[in-house]
């Protein structure tokens, strides 16, 4: 067995890992194209946008796209995309890792049941929900509030489950230490069991964060304010807003730019912790 | 949790802070009737939260849409001040054979080929990828994240990339004009693909069965339209969206095979290819059967690409699909109850396909452990 792994990594140069590298890479760049194809397209001018896509070096430069999106819906957008983001992120993991840590570690009559239901309630797809959340955001006075847009996307089982998960797995001792020395649960839960879990917790923010960054279906449903409309909803708006589309390519790209910004960036500071959190999210 | 006394040996061998040893048995006692029921005071305190976001956010607006399926709402006031009108909202879609059914059949037919062409794609695309970055080699890892940043961004955004590489002078068209093809208006073409390939073999018109016969108001030879061409540029779309993600759950599920199978076939003479169809694809059934039935779900689910594409699944209704037509139509026409009840055939239509899936695959894994190695 161990000559076999010996001989693996000494063979030299052959034509099937040259055939590999050329594959592997040939579609890396079918997957980064469309991004980097699009990003030179928001510098290009409309006319040269629409008679040559495929420069991917501007000529001439143009911010005139940016300009116009930022002097208008742009900055409005991206506060409401903010504020929202923040309050579904900072909630999302308070009230997860709470419930997560009390289903897996505290005994509690109903613990079994609350369980089953989390499971049914994470079987329903989302776009069946939308009428529902209009209903019941309507129903409740906050149809047009951010409190409309914030509170129903706080109800995430994934999360609880991926919470769950983690605190299934470590190690039960220091708790039970610090509730045997009179702590309360909730003290115990506060200053001896999150800082534990500070993976999974940052796991969880950045989950939620790009979650409720690209969510567009339950703004749609929650608010019809432009006022109100944070960066996915503004954006689509831009793009059903007629008034001949070829030549707006540049603006429509600076927006599609900026607002992949904040994900991506997150996306390459988490980017090892974030793929396995998303095998581990999935394998549930 | 109730053997105490391990846990105290466990605490002092963790560094735990030392337990006081005045009236040690006693206060244990006593303790543990108050941690009791401290816990179930704790645990529901701490799940109440999730627990009314649940009910009043998901659990409480389901029934009252289930109302409102079979209601005649129209949008003012209360949802339960409408009047009950029976399943008609349901029939209405299913058997009328009016224009509420022609439009559901027609989203019906738009998703359904989303679903045939879409999920093959994305599951070969995502185990392709998923062997190509599986080997710990050099380089590997920016090939991983190359082919997972797609899945970052948002539909949205998405959306007005896709239509600015395939707008009729966009840069596939350009592309195409490399090797002297003459690109369609994608977005625009509502022509179907299969009526497409059918003519260019000749079959240019539909053969009288298939004009006849007609299912949820739509004749059979509109079934076999297969998707527009306007739809295969979502279908593209989601192919580079989707395969990123699933390429991770095919890493996990190819980590859990042993490297040991693999020698053990190589030894007995077996070539990359016969591994890959003997071994890798057997021992990833389960994997498979997740990747599958996740982008099924997902696949059913087109509603976010087709409203921010803003054409209203236009060209001549080919991306309309049925979670669109029930928004549109109880946002748009103040429907409720046909938006309600379109809402809920979809969520039938996902559960009775997964379980259909799961079926299938489950009955070829039956097969005893030993035969897929050795055949």
């Known amino acids: 067995m161990n000559g ?37 397209g928001a510098f290009k001018t409309d006319a040269q946008a629409t008679n040559d896509p495929l420069a991917l070096i501007p000529n001439p430069w143009s911010i ?51 369980m089953a239901g989390i499971l049914a309630v994470l079987s329903v797809p989302a776009v069946v929900l939308l009428i529902p959340r209009f209903l019941v955001v309507t129903n409740l006075g906050l149809f047009n509030t951010y409190a409309g847009m914030i509170i129903p996307l706080l109800a995430d089982a994934a999360g609880i489950f991926i919470m769950r998960n983690f605190f299934l797995s470590i190690p039960q001792s220091v708790e039970e230490a610090a509730l045997i020395d009179g702590a309360g649960p909730f003290r115990t839960f506060w200053q001896v069991v999150l800082p534990m879990a500070t993976p999974a917790l940052v796991t969880l923010t950045v989950l939620s964060f790009q979650g409720s960054w690209n969510e567009l279906a339950h703004f749609i449903v929650s608010a019809n304010n432009p006022d109100l409309a944070p960066l996915t909803r503004a954006v689509a708006a831009v793009i059903g807003g007629g008034m001949g589309r070829e030549n707006r390519f540049p603006l429509q790209l600076a927006a599609a730019t900026l607002m992949t910004i904040p994900p991506a960036v997150v996306f390459f500071i988490f980017q090892r912790r974030l793929m396995n959190a998303s095998i581990g999210a999935v394998k549930e | 949790m109730t053997n105490g006394g391990d846990d105290l040996s ?52 389901i029934i009252m849409a289930l109302w409102v399926s079979v209601s005649d709402w129209s949008g003012a006031g209360s949802p339960f001040t409408g009047d009950f009108v029976g399943l008609s909202n349901f029939t209405d879609i299913l058997v009328d054979g009016g224009l509420a059914t022609r439009q559901f059949g027609t989203s019906l037919r738009n998703n359904l080929w989303y679903v045939i062409v879409s999920v093959p794609i994305i599951t ?28 970052v961004t948002s539909t949205v955004a998405a959306v007005i990339i896709f239509q600015f590489l395939f707008n009729v002078s966009g840069a596939i068209n350009h592309m195409l004009a490399w090797v002297n093809i003459s690109g369609p208006n994608w977005t625009t073409d509502p022509r179907g693909v299969l009526h497409l390939a059918l003519g260019a073999i000749g079959v240019e018109q539909a053969p009288g069965w298939a004009t006849e016969n007609a299912v949820l108001g739509l004749p059979l030879w509109e079934w076999l339209s297969g998707p527009s061409v306007a739809m ?54 389960p994997t498979m059967l997740t990747v599958l039935t996740l982008s099924l779900i997902g696949s059913w689910q087109v509603f976010d690409q087709i409203f921010a594409a803003g054409e209203a699944g236009g060209p001549a209704n080919t991306t309309l699909t049925p979670a669109f037509l029930s928004f549109s139509w109880s946002f748009n026409n103040q429907q409720w109850g046909r938006g309600a009840a379109t809402a809920f ?31």
Request: glycine fraction near 8%; charged fraction near 15%; aromatic fraction near 12%.
């Open chain 2, 232 to 285: 295969m540029v979502f279908i593209f779309m989601a192919s580079l969206g989707a395969s990123g993600t699933f390429m991770l759950i095919f890493l996990a599920g190819l980590k859990q095979i042993s490297p040991d199978v693999y020698e053990a076939a190589a030894i007995d003479g077996a070539g990359r290819w016969t591994q890959f169809v003997k071994i890798t694809l057997p021992l990833l059934r």
């Open chain 2, 345 to 375: 055939l979809l969520f039938c239509i996902i559960v009775v396909f997964s379980l259909i899936q799961r079926h299938v695959l489950r009955e070829s894994s039956t097969v005893p452990r030993r035969k897929r190695f050795y055949k």
């Open chain 2, 10 to 61: 466990t605490n002092t061998a963790t560094n735990a802070p030392p337990i006081p040893a005045r009236g040690r048995r006693p206060r244990r006692r006593g303790k543990g009737i108050t941690l009791k029921t401290r816990q179930a005071v704790a645990g529901w305190a701490f799940v109440a939260p999730v627990v009314v976001l649940l009910g009043v956010f998901l659990v409480f607006p």
């Open chain 1, 4 to 40: 076999t792994t010996v001989k693996r990594t000494r063979t030299p140069v052959r034509p099937g890992r040259v055939i590999f590298w050329t594959v592997a890479i040939l579609i890396a760049l079918a997957y980064l194209y469309p991004f980097v194809v699009s990003i030179s």
């Open chain 2, 124 to 151: 070969a695309l995502a185990l392709g990828l998923a062997r190509i970055v599986s080997k710990p080699r050099k380089g590997v890892g920016l090939l991983r994240t190359a082919y997972y940043f797609p899945s």
């Open chain 1, 64 to 114: 005139a796209g940016f300009q116009a999106i930022f002097s208008s819906w742009f900055p409005r957008a991206l506060l409401n995309s903010v504020v929202v983001t923040v309050f579904v992120t900072l909630g999302r993991v308070f009230f997860n890792s709470l419930a997560g840590y009390a289903l897996a570690r505290l005994r509690f009559p109903g613990r079994t049941a609350v």
